[in-house]
Nanobody, 115 residues
Framework: QVHLVESGGGLVQAGGSLRLSCAASETMFSINAMGWFRQSPGKQRELVATITSRGNTNYAVSVKARFTISRDNAKNTVYLQMNSLKPEDTAVYYC?????????WGQGTQVTVSS
């Protein structure tokens, strides 16, 4: 069983920044993909950003140029640097670890952006 623990959420004013972290218990972390997703009340969970084992990244159009996903394989940790935050970025943010057996999710961390 893979355990993921997110941290770094909070309340920030529009235009501000936050850095989310997701620490994984999985020792095979370095060879598998990681991703950040978010879910707002009444909406489906949506992809924010993903990063492959080689460091290739992919972003949702709505966050491109504002958010940066990165990973530190030595620490089994993936990060999401969020800049120029907007009220519409308010959501619970989840990290996801994917391997050949399936997808694993963290418990989520709340990000609230005030206008």
């Amino acid at each position: 069983q893979v355990h993921l623990v997110e941290s770094g959420g909070g309340l920030v004013q529009a235009g501000g920044s936050l850095r989310l972290s997701c620490a994984a218990s999985e020792t095979m972390f370095s060879i598998n993909a990681m991703g950040w997703f978010r879910q707002s009340p009444g909406k489906q969970r949506e992809l924010v950003a993903t990063i492959t084992s080689r460091g290739n990244t992919n972003y949702a159009v709505s966050v491109k140029a504002r958010f940066t996903i990165s990973r530190d394989n030595a620490k089994n940790t993936v990060y999401l640097q969020m800049n120029s935050l907007k009220p519409e970025d308010t959501a619970v943010y989840y990290c996801r670890y994917s391997d050949s057996l399936g997808d694993y999710w963290g418990q989520g961390t709340q990000v609230t952006v005030s206008s």
